[in-house]
C-alpha cells in the first residue's frame, strides 16, 4: 500500500497540469454518459465545469477523483492515474462535496481531528493544523459545539477547512454556496481566491452564475455528455454578442418583434425575457451606435410597439449558458 503519511508542506507536483481529460468516454450499459470528453485543467487555475442537470458533470468528477473506471480515454491528476495511484492522487486532492457530510454528533475540532488521523498527522502536526484551519473557517469559538449546533453556512466553511487540512494541490468544490447566507459566501469566495494566490488548483462547480463569473479562469460547459463550449467568462459572453439591448415593449407581439429584428445585420440573436427582449448585438463600437441603434427603435415603432423603456448592457453568463444548453428544465 502507499504511504499517505504527510510533511508539513506538500510540494507541489511536477507535472505541467493539475488535470487532463483526454478522449473521455463513459457508459452506462447503453446510455452514453460522457463522450470524447477533452479538457485541462492549469495549475493554480480556478476552472469551473458547468452543466444542466444530467449533462455528465457528476460523472465526470468521479472519475477525476477516482471513483469511477473511464470506459475509455483518460484522467490524469498531476500527471497520476486516479484509479492506479489513488492513495498519491488522494494525498494531493482536497473534495468539497454539495452535502456537508460531517459527523453532526462530533464537534468541529474532533470533526477535522478524524480527517487528520486519516491522513496519518502526528500529534503536533495535527493540532497545529486543526487550529489552522479552525481559524481559517473562522470557528475557533464554536471548536467545542457539535456540529449538529451549527448553520448550513458554518458547516460549508467547516467542510472547505476539512478538505484543505492535508493541504491538498488541487481542491473540488461542488456547489459550495449552495444553501449559505450573503456573509458566508462572501468569506468562501474569498477562500477561493486564496487557494488561486497560494498556487493551488479549483475545480468548481455551481448552478449560480455570478459566482463562475467572479471566481472563475476558464469555464467548460458540458451538456449530453459534449464538452460544448470552452474559455474565459469573457470570451464566453463574447461568443454571446458585444452587447445586449434590452427592451421593454408594449403595443404588439413580442415574438413579432423577435421575427422582425431577426433579419437586421448586426442582429446576432433574440431572447424573449419576461415582458422584454434581449437583443445580442454582434459588433457595436462608437460608429455602429449611430447606425444600428436607430434601425431596431425604428423597426419596433413601425411595427406599432411602443418602447417603455431601453437599456444597453454586456451580455450574462447566464444567456450564455441558456442559448448554449437550452430553456428546458431538466430532472
Known sequence: MEDVSLSAKQQL???????EVAHLHKEFGSFQAVTDLNFRIAKGEIFGL???NGSGKTTTLNMISGLSAPTSGEVKVFGLNPRKQSNSVRRLLGVVPQETALYEELTAERNLAFHAELFGYRRRQKGERIQAMLELAQLQDRAKSRVKT????M??????GRALLHDPWLVYLDEPTLGV????RNVIWDYILKMKQEGKSVLLTTNYLEEANALCDRIGIIDKGHLIAEG??????AQF???????EITGTALEDVRELLLGVAGVQSIEIIENRVAVSLASLNEGDAGTLLPVILRKVTDSGGVIRHM?????SLDEVFLSLTGKGVRD
Request: without cysteine; glycine residues 10%.
Open 181 to 184: 447566507d450573503v456573509q458566508s
Open 150 to 153: 451549527f448553520s448550513g453556512g
Open 50 to 52: 458547468l452543466g444542466p
Open 13 to 19: 507536483p511536477t507535472a505541467e497540469y493539475a488535470v
Open 311 to 315: 437599456a444597453l448592457r454586456e451580455p
Open 232 to 237: 474565459t467568462p469573457a470570451a464566453l459572453k
Open 155 to 160: 458547516k460549508r466553511r467547516l467542510s472547505i
Open 241 to 247: 454578442g458585444s452587447s445586449v439591448l434590452d427592451l
